[in-house]
């Protein structure tokens, strides 16, 4: 069982003399959660992730119950001697898959951001947001625990954004733990998690968990069971809010870069749901639908 992450008054500074970046920080990331990271430039929002990541060591303080981690880092090195499907086919043959399955999951994962077209192209010959894809590509690869994103939405095209927020969701419902920074206020506004702020040094909390009352898009699903039946537990942890207003018939507050996940869940369940409707809740005020 996957066990929080946890950073017990890590701190990170400059070389061994250096002015500290990071001090007395303390966060827990459990399993399933979405946590944002905020900060004005050269606060130390990247250094935070690197050290989530694994990719830096604090210089005091301890970081327990390392997850498997996948790591998109806000530059990633393009001038690699591979085609993008044979670099991704590498790492998937690193992550334990056989060539054949590896070849296929990161033809599928490219296809998905739209990046199919330049597989056979060399790494170094891609452009900003092609190469943006296949780093997103192979962090998705690994199936990871902790996924870390850091500034991962820069430089794609509006489809590749979104197809990345799909993936988000679904790696959030199947219990991993996704860090991120971006410098879009609305990205992910309305998925559920907690939001800090990296100031003078330290780690602040600025809000957690975010019900149906979010500024950010949501959608009302309305579904009928089968007799006695429980909503899929994909489902519930997808959902900000549900409630039974007629036995039988459960209405569903979902953000909108989740409700693909919910509809999956909930078509795929055996026996089916049935979807009575879906609909968009421009109002955040929850009495609206």
């Known amino acids: 069982m996957q066990r929080d992450l946890r950073l017990d008054d890590v701190g990170r500074r400059y070389g061994l003399r250096g002015p500290w970046v990071l ?5 827990t990331v459990p399993p399933g959660t979405l946590t944002r990271i905020e900060g004005s430039n050269g606060t130390g929002k990247s250094t935070l992730l690197r050290l989530l990541a694994g990719i830096d060591a604090p210089t005091e303080g301890r970081i327990t119950g390392r997850p498997r981690t996948a790591y998109v880092p806000e530059r990633f090195p393009t001038a690699l001697p591979f085609t993008a499907l044979g670099y991704l086919t590498h790492l998937g043959k690193i992550h334990g898959l056989s060539h054949s399955a590896a070849k296929r999951a990161a033809g599928e994962w490219l296809d998905r951001f739209g990046a199919a077209l330049y597989a056979r192209t060399p790494m170094a010959q891609l452009s900003k947001g092609s190469s943006q894809k296949v780093a997103i590509v192979q962090a998705l690869l ?13 430089g794609l095209d509006t489809d590749a954004r979104a197809e990345l927020e799909r993936a988000v969701a679904e790696r959030t419902a199947d219990g991993t733990a996704v860090v991120f920074v971006d410098h879009d206020p609305r990205r992910l506004a309305g998925a559920p998690g907690a939001t800090y702020t990296v100031r003078d040094a330290g780690l602040e909390l600025r809000g957690e968990r975010p019900s149906a009352e979010s500024d950010g898009p949501r959608v009302s699903v309305v579904v009928q069971g089968p007799k006695g039946g429980q909503l899929p537990a994909e489902a519930t942890r997808a959902a900000l809010s549900a409630e039974e207003p007629t036995p039988g018939t459960h209405r569903l507050t979902v953000p909108a870069s989740h409700s693909d996940i919910l509809l999956r869940a909930l078509l795929t369940a055996r026996p089916p749901w049935h979807v009575v409707s879906v609909r968009p809740l421009p109002n955040p005020d929850p009495e609206s639908h």
């Open 23 to 27: 001090r007395g920080v303390h966060l």
């Open 142 to 154: 690994a199936e990871p625990e902790l996924l870390v994103l850091d500034e991962a939405w820069t």
